[in-house]
């Protein structure tokens, strides 16, 4: 039980630890998360509002998102010395209460908790070609152990025949992506300019684009399909990819979906820690008639929830957040 002594101090630690959470990844950079601090805890919750219809149908992404918050959320905690009990998502009348994270004064955090949580501030999606450096078979180990730990499966594509099959995939999922008019408007609407003082969204300069390029990238997106163009780009960068993972799950429920995003956000920390750059091939997962084939070409039971392109190279830029102030309920 805290004393009256400690209440004090943990509400610094929750508010910090969900100034934390804050910064874990998530589709277009949406952010569709909201946190309540309720006594000795934290709930987590997804926020409908930022939800993305066309591409994310079914909120299996929305949820990732909320689950690699929610990893970011425990492993701040730790570094507190708290120990946390997690309840995810316990109410079934709510299904928006994605998870419900309780503390209590708990030992110390390990050597390997606190590199993680070092990780945060620099985390970012690398988008560029990667150096064709090989992975180390331990560093890869490592990989797995960190998605198996949090209740995925980790799959590592080592044979070239299983490269070529990705990138077809990709490359029709690309095609049937940008043919879809509604997915470009969905799209074009979380784009923002080089300049925006917005929290949220996809600057420009994350894809590579100039100051003017950013201001006209939205209006481009909505009437332009760029499939074969976008189709020849993720081929080179699979080409330039030393190692790709498939991320998956033995269901494919809600509860799938948020242990998928703690294992992603485990991988993406460590990948971090390790001086690695990580980015997302997700669009044969995120295409229906596509994403039973990523399951094949995984050769898991169950389901295919994340495609991972993992190497050396230079680091992303940072992308911008919302302030705890926006975040707390």
């Not at 998102?65 to 990893?71: N, R, V």
């Not at 998502?89 to 994605?98: E, N, Q, Y």
Request: net charge negative; aromatic share 4%.
């Amino acid at each position: 039980m805290m004393t009256t002594e400690q209440i004090h101090p943990l509400s610094e630690a929750l508010h910090w630890a969900v100034g934390q959470a804050v910064q874990a990844p998530s589709l277009h950079n949406a952010q569709p998360w909201r946190f309540r601090i309720r006594g000795q805890g934290v709930e987590v919750r997804a926020d409908r509002s930022r939800a993305l219809p066309v591409i994310d149908a079914d909120g299996r992404e929305l949820a990732t998102s909320c689950g690699a918050a929610l990893f970011h959320l425990r492993i701040a905690l730790r570094t507190k010395g708290l120990d946390v009990d997690v309840r995810r998502l316990p109410d079934p009348l709510d299904p928006d209460l994605i998870a419900r994270v309780m503390v209590k004064p708990g030992q110390g955090p390990t050597e390997e908790e606190l590199r993680l949580c070092a990780a945060i501030p620099t985390r970012r999606t690398s988008r560029a070609p990667y150096l064709g450096i090989t992975v180390p078979d331990e560093v890869i180990d490592r990989l797995r152990r960190d998605a198996e730990t949090e209740g995925a499966w980790f799959a590592p594509l080592t044979e070239e025949a299983q490269r070529v099959q990705l990138v077809a995939l990709v490359m029709e999922a690309d095609h049937l992506q940008w043919s879809n008019s509604e997915l470009r408007e969905e799209f074009a609407r979380w784009m923002r300019p080089n300049d925006s003082s917005a929290h949220d969204g996809v600057p420009g300069y994350s894809l590579g684009l100039d100051n003017v390029q950013s201001h006209i990238a939205a209006m481009a997106v909505r009437l332009m399909d760029r499939g074969a163009q976008e189709a020849v780009a993720h081929r080179d960068l699979v080409a330039a990819s030393p190692l790709l993972v498939i991320l998956g799950t033995s269901g494919d429920e809600p509860i799938d979906w948020v242990r998928t995003g703690e294992a992603l956000d485990r991988i993406l920390l460590r990948a971090e820690s390790e001086d690695l750059r990580v980015a997302f091939l997700n669009q044969p997962v995120e295409t229906a008639e596509l994403r039973p084939r990523v399951g094949e070409l995984a050769g898991r039971p169950g389901s295919p929830q994340l495609i991972l392109r993992i190497g050396y190279g230079a680091a992303g830029p940072g992308t911008p957040r919302r302030p705890v102030s926006e975040v707390l309920e």
